[in-house]
């Protein structure tokens, strides 16, 4: 089974940004994190990041023939992004969103997901866990 992990925007800069929300774990960091529970898994994985909205809606579009199934932290575009929302509905590829933060918690405006209307499952508020969540849960219900 593969998977895409796709990172949207200003995640290239965890460790230095908002430490008291995100921790001082870079991305670098998330990136290995990720590759060892997708190993542990038996899952492979492709790990990618961009801060551009256009980036994240072509990575989805590549999903059929070539992912079983996406894993998103679409960062601020998650509140924001009909694109990214169209682009899951049209490949209909099986998809997990993931947050580092519980952003229900937070401000207002990070209530709304467009994401979460088409996501199958939501991990989110266990900072790097959620990703772990997310693998494990495809790990479960695609072998
Ligand atoms: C985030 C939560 C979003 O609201 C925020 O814009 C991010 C990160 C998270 O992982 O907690 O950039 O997706």
Not at 65 to 71: E, I
């Amino acid at each position: 089974m593969r998977l895409l992990v796709a990172n949207g925007p200003n995640l290239n800069l965890l460790g230095v940004r908002e430490p008291e929300l995100y921790g001082r774990a870079t991305y670098g960091d998330l990136v290995k994190f990720v590759n060892r529970v997708a190993a542990e898994c038996g899952v492979e994985v492709e790990v990618r990041q961009s801060n551009h909205e256009g980036d994240l809606v072509d990575w989805i579009q590549e999903c059929p023939g070539k992912f079983d199934a996406l894993v998103l932290n679409a960062a601020a575009y998650t509140h924001t992004s009909v694109a990214i929302l169209d682009a899951i509905k049209a490949v209909r590829v099986r998809t997990a969103e993931v947050h580092l933060t519980e952003p229900k918690e937070r401000e207002e405006f990070r209530r709304i997901s467009y994401v979460g209307m088409v996501a199958e499952w939501t991990f989110s508020g266990r900072g790097f866990e959620s990703y772990a969540d997310a693998i494990r849960h495809f790990a479960e219900v695609l072998s």
